[in-house]
């Protein structure tokens, strides 16, 4: 009954974000880079759309990103799908048994997540990945939608880059925390723990900001936690 319940909810917050139009600038870059596409991807139709989330209603594990990448998630219509970062993500997802295959390359590609629910900040590619504070304020009833509906099951919520962090504590109104890779928070009043995280960005995983030790090693921290407390 109560997956009835957040599936038809789930539902209806998606057809909300997929309809959304309210960043202008976004909306017409989505649509301008399915439209102008790269050499590599000329032939494949795009979703430009926005992008919703996606996995576990009774998922312990929030995954969130800063956006849908212009050539990942705006190509394919699924977060994380794609790209590089979904590469990295599902790798280490898998590696800990919260998905049935170790690649995210299309919606139609079998993947099948446990435990673990992946959305974003801001639901569609922002130009060079830097969504503007008015489009992070449009996107935000949506976050707080998808936070909502997970809390009853929600124990560890993962924040990838410093703006998914900063988003997440300012809904819920939580000051003084650092942004920093691997730190592991416990929220008062609450029975969940945040823990944050660098991006798996190409410009932070080329540089080796983030290297693939310290990406996995986030991984086995979420592992060993909630094995501690099933």
């Given at each position: 009954?109560?997956?009835?319940?957040?599936?038809?909810?789930?539902?209806?917050?998606?057809?909300s974000?997929?309809?959304?139009?309210?960043?202008?600038?976004?909306?017409?870059?989505?649509?301008?880079?399915?439209?102008?596409?790269?050499?590599?991807f000329?032939?494949?139709?795009?979703w430009?759309?926005p992008v919703?989330?996606?996995g576990?209603?009774n998922?312990?594990?929030?995954?969130?990103?800063?956006?849908?990448a212009?050539?990942?998630?705006?190509?394919?219509?699924r977060?994380?799908?794609?790209?590089?970062?979904?590469?990295?993500?599902?790798k280490?997802?898998?590696?800990?048994?919260f998905?049935n295959?170790?690649?995210?390359?299309?919606?139609?590609?079998?993947?099948?997540?446990?435990?673990?629910?992946?959305?974003?900040?801001?639901?569609?590619?922002?130009p060079?990945?830097?969504?503007?504070?008015?489009e992070?304020n449009?996107?935000?009833?949506y976050?707080?939608?998808e936070?909502k509906?997970?809390?009853?099951?929600?124990?560890?919520?993962?924040?990838?880059?410093?703006?998914?962090?900063?988003?997440?504590?300012?809904?819920?109104?939580?000051?003084s925390?650092?942004?920093?890779?691997?730190l592991?928070?416990?929220?008062d009043?609450?029975?969940k723990?945040?823990?944050?995280?660098?991006?798996?960005?190409?410009?932070?995983?080329?540089?080796?900001?983030?290297?693939?030790?310290?990406?996995?090693?986030?991984?086995?921290?979420?592992?060993?936690?909630?094995?501690?407390?099933?």
């Open positions: 009954m109560f997956q009835d319940y957040n599936l038809g909810n789930l539902i209806h917050i998606n057809q974000i997929i309809k959304c139009s309210k960043c202008v600038r976004l909306s017409e870059y989505i649509r301008n880079v399915g439209t102008n596409k790269v050499k590599r000329k032939n494949v139709e795009y430009s759309k919703c989330g996606f576990d209603l998922a312990n594990l929030i995954i969130i990103g800063l956006a849908p212009a050539h990942g998630g705006n190509r394919t219509g977060m994380f799908t794609g790209d590089s970062s979904g590469d990295w993500l599902v280490a997802l898998y590696k800990y048994n998905c295959q170790p690649f995210s390359n299309d919606k139609n590609d079998g993947l099948v997540v446990n435990n673990v629910y992946i959305t974003s900040t801001v639901k569609c590619a922002p060079k990945n830097k969504p503007l504070l008015v992070i449009n996107c935000n009833e976050l707080i939608q936070l509906l997970l809390d009853k099951t929600s124990k560890i919520v993962l924040t990838l880059g410093k703006l998914a962090f900063d988003e997440f504590c300012k809904i819920h109104k939580i000051k925390l650092k942004f920093k890779h691997g592991i928070y416990h929220i009043n609450t029975n723990i945040l823990i944050s995280s660098y991006h798996p960005s190409r410009q932070n995983t080329n540089t080796g900001k983030l290297t693939w030790s310290m990406w996995i090693n986030v991984f086995r921290q979420i592992s060993s936690i909630l094995d501690s407390i099933q």
